[in-house]
C-alpha cells in the first residue's frame, strides 16, 4: 500500500517570500503521478500542480513548482512570492498508474502567509 | 469553480437515519470518486465509478453505498448513520483513460450527525 507523509503540520511565511512544503511517499510503483492540492478556508480542493513519475523534468506552474526526487522519493512544493491567498492546507497526494486511480492523500500541511 | 457540483452543501441530521448526497461530474468527465475528510482519519478515498460501473472500493463501510446513473451523475447513500460518520463528502471527477488524470473536486457535503 501506498503512503503519503506531510512532516510540516504548520508553516508560515511572509508576503512575498518563499516557502518550501515537504512530502515523501512510499511506494513499489513505477508509474505513478504525484498531485499538490490546497484547501483553503473555503474547504474546497483546488489542484495546484501536478507530476508525472516518468518525467524527469520538475513541474512549474506559475509561482508554484515542484522539486521532484524519484529515488529519494520526495515531492516538495515550492511556492514563490508567497501571497496572502496562498493561506490554506496544502495536501500531498499520489495517485499509482492503471487500476485503481484514487488519491492517496498526506495530512496536510498548513500554511499561513503574513503581511 | 472545478465544474464539479454537489448538493446538498449542508445536511445536519440525527444517529440512526439515512441521507444521500448528490454528485454531478464535469461536462465528459466518466470517472465519479468519492472521498471522506475527517479530522481523525483526513481525506479518505470511499469509492470510484466509471461509466456507471462500480470500478475501485476503499474504506468505504457497509452501511455506505453508491451508484452512477446514465447520465454520470452520482450518488453516495449513507444509512444508520453515527456520531463519527461527521465529515465533510468530496466528489470528484476525472475523464479516465484519456490524456487527463487529474482529479477535480466539488465544493463537498458537510454532513453532521448529532
Known amino acids: 500500500a501506498q503512503t503519503v507523509t506531510q512532516s510540516q503540520p504548520e508553516m508560515s511565511v511572509q508576503e512575498a517570500e518563499t516557502v518550501t512544503l515537504s512530502c515523501t511517499y512510499d511506494t513499489s510503483e513505477s508509474n505513478y503521478y504525484l498531485f499538490w492540492y490546497k484547501q483553503p478556508p473555503s474547504r474546497q480542493m483546488i489542484l495546484v500542480i501536478r507530476q508525472e513519475a516518468y518525467k524527469q523534468q520538475n513541474a512549474t506552474e506559475n509561482r508554484f513548482s515542484v522539486n521532484f526526487q524519484k529515488a529519494a522519493k520526495s515531492f516538495s512544493l515550492k511556492i514563490s512570492d508567497s501571497q496572502l491567498g496562498d493561506t490554506a492546507m496544502y495536501f500531498c497526494?499520489?495517485?499509482?498508474?492503471?487500476?485503481?486511480?484514487?488519491?492517496?492523500f498526506g495530512k496536510g500541511t498548513k500554511l499561513t502567509v503574513n503581511p | 469553480d472545478s465544474g464539479v457540483t454537489q448538493t446538498p452543501k449542508h445536511l445536519i441530521t440525527a444517529t440512526g437515519q439515512r441521507v444521500t448526497l448528490r454528485c454531478s461530474p464535469r461536462?465528459?468527465?466518466?470517472?465519479v470518486y468519492w472521498y471522506q475528510q475527517s479530522l481523525d482519519q483526513g481525506l479518505q478515498f470511499l469509492i470510484q465509478?466509471?461509466?456507471?460501473?462500480?470500478?475501485a472500493k476503499g474504506n468505504i463501510l457497509e452501511r455506505f453505498s453508491a451508484q452512477q446513473f446514465p447520465d454520470l451523475h452520482s450518488e453516495l447513500n449513507l444509512s444508520s448513520l453515527e456520531l463519527g460518520d461527521s465529515a465533510l463528502y468530496f466528489c470528484?471527477?476525472?475523464?479516465?483513460?484519456?490524456?487527463?488524470?487529474?482529479?477535480?473536486f466539488g465544493p463537498g457535503t458537510r454532513l453532521t450527525v448529532t
Open positions: 497526494a499520489f495517485m499509482r498508474k492503471g487500476g485503481s486511480e484514487k488519491l492517496v
Open positions: 470528484a471527477s476525472s475523464s479516465t483513460g484519456g490524456s487527463s488524470y487529474e482529479q477535480y
Open positions: 461536462s465528459g468527465d466518466l470517472s
Open positions: 465509478y466509471y461509466n456507471g460501473e462500480e470500478r
